[in-house]
């Protein structure tokens, strides 16, 4: 695939199939993740996979963004940062930077292989991240930044209009 045709085509998914997804996809998904910039290349994305029913039905209970869809995709992303290697204070964004560019490359890789995915916020309150990290054995140190939802589209996502470019950008000063 294109990589401008992986770009314009890709969408987010958020019905699938009841369809498992193969060991080796997984690892292509992962190991796209894994080329991602990273800063200062310290490379501390850790993505947790989900698969057994009970850990996506967890999920899918504790989750804000995909509340009544995400526990039905058949593979779950929870994706973490290791907190331990940021440690300037003016750098406390700089863990989901991390997450956000291997997400994204995660996506389009979803999209190149067939699979359809979504990107989930994680903004969960105190009880909720606390029984996440019990639930599957988290060290404390890692920061949890986004839950990613993918498996075989149902359905074909609709196309969500993008602003006009002269809109999304602007030359030299506003
Ligand atoms: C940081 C971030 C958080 C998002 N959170 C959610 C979410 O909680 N639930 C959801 O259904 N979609 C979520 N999305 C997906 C967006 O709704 C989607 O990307 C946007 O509507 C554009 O559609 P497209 O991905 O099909 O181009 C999120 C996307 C991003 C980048």
């Not at 698969?51 to 999920?59: A, C, S």
């Not at 988290?138 to 993918?150: D, E, H, K, N, Q």
Request: glycine residues 4%; charged residues 25%; proline residues 5%.
């Amino acid at each position: 695939m294109e990589l401008q045709e992986a770009i314009r085509e890709r969408r987010s998914v958020r019905k699938w199939l009841e369809k498992k997804i193969p060991e080796k996809t997984i690892n292509q998904l992962i190991d796209a993740a894994s080329w991602a910039p990273s800063s200062c290349n310290r490379q501390a994305v850790k993505i947790l996979a989900v698969q057994e029913k009970e850990g996506r039905e967890f999920l899918g209970r504790i989750t804000n963004g995909g509340v009544g869809f995400a526990h039905k995709a058949p593979l779950l992303l929870l994706f973490m940062a290791d907190s331990r290697v940021y440690s300037l204070p003016v750098e406390r964004h700089t863990p989901h930077l991390d997450c956000a560019a291997a997400i994204q490359n995660l996506l389009l890789k979803a999209h190149e292989l067939g699979l359809g995915a979504v990107w989930l916020n994680w903004c969960l309150n105190q009880k909720s991240e606390a029984e996440t990290y019990k639930r599957f054995k988290i060290p404390a140190y890692f920061t949890i930044c986004s839950l990613v939802a993918a498996g075989y589209p149902a359905i074909k996502a609709e196309d969500i209009p993008r602003k006009p470019l002269e809109q999304f950008f602007v030359r030299e000063k506003f």
